[in-house]
């Protein structure tokens, strides 16, 4: 099963409209399917900030990192990318689950 869209990005290698997604296991890492370059997967923290940085994302919630990547954050919910401490993100059950 592919994975949820969470967003847009232009591919870097041709330009076209990619879909952003987010792997469900592991660290859910984000990467892109492009229909002309097929699925971009940067492994690196640098690779996920670009996507990161460039990506349109379709849900508010979408665009938080799961994984302890430094980003400037857009909305404010209750569990904050935290990169000094050694915080655990919580897991949640379901994908987000803020509705507002
Ligand atoms: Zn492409």
Redesign the pocket.
Known sequence: MANETIGHVN?A??G?P?EVRRYKTGARKLYYH?H??GQIRPSLASGQRWIEAHATWIGADASEPAAPVVTPAPAANESQPVAKDERKPKRRSFFGGVDL
Request: glycine letters at 0%; proline letters at 0%.
């Open positions: 591919c290698h041709c076209q990619a492009c002309d370059c």
